[in-house]
């Protein structure tokens, strides 16, 4: 029978021994002697500089949170003292078109993290610097450090120097380089950027423009430049590639039903004869794309977002079979037609 603190932990987790914390990633700051400050910019109305001890001077939260690491082990309950992000953030006035925010570390590497705002502020992110009643560990973030509840522990920034307001996301060192998962969300098991794919498969993923054959299905790959990427034959059912360079990449028989190609430069990039099913390319950039004997049933080129209509861009460069057509909705088929018919005006 599994205990109560085992029952609360996320698939895949274990209980680290209680008295043990373990360091994972950088082990201490960048040497400076510059005074400990923490700046806060981007698309802010009053971008502002906070040395620590006007920091704990707003109002100040204590609060257990489990950590979560994504190499699988969970420390649960550790009380955390700190100003909650959304409080620091009030007083800088974040502008209308802030959706992300950018966590940057004085660290050798400048290390980085990112948020959605939103989720940010729903998980009431901390920045802390006491940990279970000591002042925060230089190992383990000291003197002041991120704390994301309800994320895997790498969202978790030790060191914070810099925080930025993004209006477009910007993937942190892990998420960029290591593979790991942008959603982090522990319950989900977001840990690689696919389900089932190891720490060692996402490297490989990340450094090879070549994945012929992979099975990387449900794979996020949102807003990366995959320039020239060889994924013929690939499974790629269900993936996100939404803002991709896929400039000139190669989808030749790749099974990409469902996938999400929102706003991706697809030029010259070629889907012959590749399953594109339910997969939307809307505001997709698809001048010279070669779509000869895909199957586009249910695709979509065209749609309304709040953010308004968003349309796919074609050229005369742009080849889809006429016969395609017959498997789209009546409204996306009629844009199309109007593109195959050439350009209007
Ligand atoms: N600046 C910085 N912050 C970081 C990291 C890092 O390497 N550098 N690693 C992240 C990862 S992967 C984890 S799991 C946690 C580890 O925090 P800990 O060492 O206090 O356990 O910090 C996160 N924050
Ligand atoms: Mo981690």
Redesign the pocket.
Known sequence: MANSSESSLPPGQQLAAPDK???????S?RASFLPWEICVEGLVQSPRRWPLADLMRLPVHDRAID?H???RWSKPAVRFRGVRLSDLLGLSQPMPEARFVSFI?R?E?S?S?SLALADAFALETLVAWEADGEPLAI???GPV??VVPGR????????LERIELLSEDRLG??EAMAG?HNGADPWHEQRFMAPRLTRQEAAKVLRSRNWTGLDLRSLDARDRDLAGLMAGRCLLRDTDFRGCNLQDAQFGQANLSNARLQLANLQRASFADADLEGANLAGADLRGADFRGASLFGATFVETTPAGTRAANMDSATHIDRSALDALTPDQAAFLARWLGGPPG
């Open positions: 914390w373990p360091v994972v990633g950088e082990r700051p950590i690491c994504v190499t570390a660290s590497r290390h993290t190992e383990h973030g450090r991120v895997y522990f790498y969202k978790s920034l030790k060191w060192y892990w790991y």
